[in-house]
Structures are given as structure tokens and as C-alpha cells.
């Protein structure tokens, strides 16, 4: 395996793992006014309610908690460490694409940040709130702080697989026009709809019963609203106002797997086999990222006229991804234990074994 194919393996994994972790933190934040309310009881160390917990409000229990975000708790911070580590395997191995990507999606990278720093902030900040009125705006952030995320990468994946606008002098560059078309669009609905059903299915597999039950319902919807909108952005492609790949029988395997997962997590949580359901929303999570790269090979960043950056357009010297092996030596690995160590701790459903995080 040549250097330029292991780095870009890692870029796939970072961003896939990126989406599986982050995705259901977003899910959670999405669906917090609908899963919030925990189980009866007030939680050991916790003391009287105040600020935002003071009483019973949209998403939040009798004690303040809020069952959804208590199961993203230990984790939620954390999980952004995986995009942290995508940017820099990006801009060090492939600077080319890193200055393509970054200056022609600018509006949508701006709005992904943006919220990211609306969420964290409104989720760590949400408790200290006094009144029920501050209290529903830092809940209505955490809303927002977790659909647009959402909704900006999927139409990221949208346009990454129709192609980007290229411009006469070679730059990429993308409109109103682009990002409200219609296939655009469709992808970031479904991609909105998967991560909030793969946040249920992750508060399933973490509540207790009574959550537990309502995130399986609520899950098994949004998954199968989400594989009608995969259809939909399917049925554009068939037309031509869809994706445009380069590999249409890879892209049809990974597209039916895609949909296989879909199908797996409803069916699993309608039967209460929360790990098992969660299992299939990840793979259904990380399978867009693997569809945009093997689908579009050689292409890193295709533009919609035909033709785009290939891997060896994006690629760094050869020097420089020897000199880079160090970060994917040390520092992956220390991601993977931590990930693993942070699972592994905070194991088991949340409840009234601990205090509330928040």
C-alpha cells in the first residue's frame, strides 16, 4: 500500500468516525425536547433544582435533568477530537484539497462552527440559566446547536457527490443556487433525519426504561423518514439531477448497504436490541464517507462540469507524508484509547448512579 493511499484511508476513517460520534451527539441535541424528561426520581448528591431546573419546562425533568443530553454527557466534547484530527490529516497531507474545500463550501464550514460553539456552549451552560424564559433559549441553542451541524454536512455530502462549481480560473466556488438545489437539499435532510435517529438509538441503548422505550419509537421513525429521503436523493441521480459518480457499481453496493443499515436499525429497535440497532446507525452514518470516496475515485473534490482534483493533484510530497507518519503513529492511537477508555468508563445506561453532568 503506497503512502498516498494509507493517508487517505486515515482522512476517510477520521471523517467517518467523525460522523458516527458527532452524529449522535447531534441526534441527541435535536431530539432533547422530546427525550428529555428522566425517569422519576431525584439523583443521588443532586440538590434542589434551580436556574433552568427550577421547574418542569420543554425537555428537562422535574430534577432540571435532561435524560437525552445526560446520555451525551461524558462523551459529547470528546468525539469532536476525531474532526480535529481530520482538519490537521487534511491540511498536512493533502494541503491542495484542504485550500479547494475550505474556500469554495466557506459559507457551510462557517455555519458548521458556528454550530458547534452554539451547542457546547448552550449544553454546559443551559443549567446555569435563572428563569424559564433564559432557560428555553439555551434549550432552543442546543436545538440549533445540534440541527445545523447536521443539516450543513449533509449538504456537504450532497454537493461533494453531485460536484462543486468550478470556476473559469480553476477555483471552486459555491452558491445560494448550489446549496438549495434540490438534490443538495434532499442530502441534508436525510443526513438531519439519520443522525437524529442515530442519537435515539444512542439514548435507547443509554436511558433508562421509560426514555429507553420513547427514543425506540422515535428512532425507528426518523430512520425510516430518513431512507425515504435517501430514496428521493436516489430517484434525482436516476434523472440526472443527482449525484454524479465515477465508480456507478461501487456506488450502487455502498448505496444498498447504506440502505441495509437503514433497515437493520429500524427493524432492531422495534424489537429492543438497543446495541444492535445502534451498530447498524453507525455503519448507516459512516457509509456516506466511504460512498464519497471510493464512489468518486480518483476524484477528491469532483466539480459538477466533470473532472475535479484527484488524490494525486491533492496529495503532499512524498517527504512530507513520511516526516507526517509520527501523527498517524502516536496520535490515532491515542484518540482510539481515549474513545475507548471514555466508553468503557462510562459504560451501561445513565440514571440515578451519578450526579447530573450539567
Not at 128 to 146: E, Q, Y
Amino acid at each position: 500500500m503506497s503512502l498516498e493511499t494509507l493517508w487517505l484511508a486515515l482522512l476517510g476513517l477520521l471523517l467517518a468516525g467523525y460522523f458516527v460520534l458527532g452524529g449522535y451527539d447531534y441526534g441527541a441535541q435535536m431530539l432533547s425536547p422530546f427525550l428529555g424528561s428522566a425517569d422519576a426520581g431525584p439523583r443521588p448528591g443532586a440538590g434542589p433544582a434551580t436556574g433552568a431546573g427550577a421547574g418542569p419546562g420543554i425537555g428537562t425533568g422535574p430534577d432540571g435533568r435532561n435524560a437525552a443530553l445526560d446520555a451525551i454527557a461524558p462523551f459529547f466534547l470528546g468525539n469532536e477530537v476525531w474532526l480535529v484530527a481530520f482538519a490537521g490529516v487534511m491540511f498536512g497531507a493533502f494541503p491542495h484539497l484542504e485550500g479547494s474545500l475550505l474556500s469554495g463550501l466557506y459559507p457551510l464550514i462557517v455555519a458548521i462552527l458556528a454550530g458547534l460553539v452554539l451547542g457546547n456552549a448552550a449544553i454546559q451552560l443551559r443549567g446555569r440559566s435563572r428563569g424559564a424564559r433564559a432557560a428555553k433559549v439555551w434549550n432552543a441553542l442546543v436545538v440549533l446547536g445540534g440541527a445545523l451541524p447536521a443539516v450543513c454536512w449533509g449538504i456537504v455530502v450532497g454537493l461533494l457527490l453531485h460536484g462543486v462549481p468550478r470556476r473559469a480560473d480553476g477555483s471552486f466556488h459555491v452558491g445560494a443556487g448550489d446549496v438549495f438545489g434540490p438534490f443538495a437539499l434532499t442530502c441534508g435532510v436525510a443526513t438531519t433525519l439519520l443522525f437524529a435517529g442515530h442519537g435515539a438509538a444512542f439514548v435507547a441503548l443509554r436511558s433508562e426504561p421509560g426514555t429507553a422505550t420513547a427514543a425506540r419509537r422515535l428512532g425507528a421513525t426518523l430512520l425510516a423518514a430518513a431512507g425515504a429521503a435517501g430514496a428521493l436523493a436516489l430517484l434525482l441521480s436516476v434523472f440526472g439531477a443527482g449525484a454524479s459518480m465515477t465508480r456507478t457499481g461501487t456506488s450502487v453496493v455502498l448505496f444498498a448497504l447504506v440502505v441495509a443499515a437503514l433497515a437493520a436499525g429500524w427493524w432492531f429497535l422495534g424489537r429492543g436490541r438497543d446495541t444492535l440497532a445502534f451498530t447498524a446507525t453507525c455503519l448507516a452514518t459512516a457509509l456516506p464517507v466511504l460512498l464519497i470516496g471510493a464512489g468518486q475515485y480518483p476524484y477528491l473534490l469532483s466539480a459538477s462540469a466533470g473532472g475535479g482534483i484527484t488524490v494525486d493533484d491533492a496529495v503532499a510530497d512524498g517527504a512530507t507524508l513520511k516526516v507526517l507518519i509520527g501523527f498517524g503513529v502516536v496520535v490515532v492511537p491515542l484518540i482510539l484509547l481515549y474513545q475507548g477508555w471514555s466508553w468503557w468508563a462510562f459504560r451501561g445506561r445513565t440514571g440515578r448512579r451519578h450526579p447530573s453532568y450539567f
